[in-house]
């Protein structure tokens, strides 16, 4: 099925590091959302963005919708060892209809630095 | 009613079984999708309710696939005859369907199946 490009497929961290990540498509989307998944666990959301252009923060998290509506980014500032996870982009075309379903990336994986 | 609930967490079943799996979505919510996610990939979507009717089935879906919600609450998805290639996490997620501060979808912590 069609998936977002996320990079980077993977990345180590030591903490306090800022980490940053990425989502494009060809594409438009309405919605973009970032989650994250522990293993054997399902997604548990981070941040929704419903503008072009909008930028939202939660905590350490800021996420921002592209302009183009093509892409978004996820920055986690002054990493901590809880933030090792897979984190995933995902994009909605249709709210408020009867679509709605999301399309999501590959993952990023964080994994702490040996 | 804190989250989505899934049952079970795990099946490991002989190939050739049929399974079925349950989820209880948050009250309030009146959208419930199925995703299926397999290793190293996201989550892809399968199917979606709205209250009781489902509204959408992705291509995914093979006719061995069957989902229902009858009362418009707890939904199952089936597997009938299962192939080892259904081995994945089945991922449940619900959503209100006005936009508000939790309109983003909430998912279950899932059910992995295991065709063995």
């Known amino acids: 099925g069609q998936q977002l490009n996320q990079s980077p497929q993977s990345m180590f961290i030591q903490e306090g590091e800022d980490v940053s990540m990425n989502c494009t498509s060809s594409s438009i989307f309405n919605t973009w959302l970032w989650y994250k998944q522990d293993p054997g666990e399902g997604p548990v959301l981070l941040i929704a963005?419903?503008?072009?252009?909008e930028l939202t923060s939660n905590g350490r998290l800021t996420a921002q919708f592209g302009i183009t509506r093509k892409d978004s980014f996820l920055n986690i500032s002054a990493s901590i060892p809880s933030d090792v996870g897979i984190y995933f982009c995902a994009g909605q075309q249709n709210y408020g209809g009867s679509q709605g379903n999301l399309i999501f990336g590959k993952g990023t994986k964080l994994s702490v630095k040996p | 009613d804190t989250g989505v609930s899934q049952d079970p967490r795990h099946k490991i079943t002989k190939r050739g079984q049929n399974v079925t799996f349950r989820c209880d979505p948050i009250s309030e919510h009146n959208r419930l999708y199925w995703y299926r996610q397999t290793l190293g990939q996201g989550p892809e979507f399968l199917t979606y309710?709205?209250?009781?009717?489902?509204?959408?089935k992705s291509r995914l879906l093979s006719d061995r696939f069957s989902a229902e919600r009858p009362k418009g609450s707890f939904s199952t998805l089936e597997i009938q005859r299962t192939e080892q290639g259904d081995s994945a996490m089945y991922l449940c997620?619900?959503?209100?369907?006005?936009?508000?501060?939790?309109?983003?979808?909430?998912f279950g912590s899932g059910t992995r199946l295991t065709v063995v």
């Open positions: 997620a619900s959503r209100p369907f006005r936009r508000g501060p939790n309109y983003g979808y909430t």
């Open positions: 309710f709205q209250n009781e009717a489902q509204l959408e």
């Open positions: 963005l419903y503008k072009a252009g």
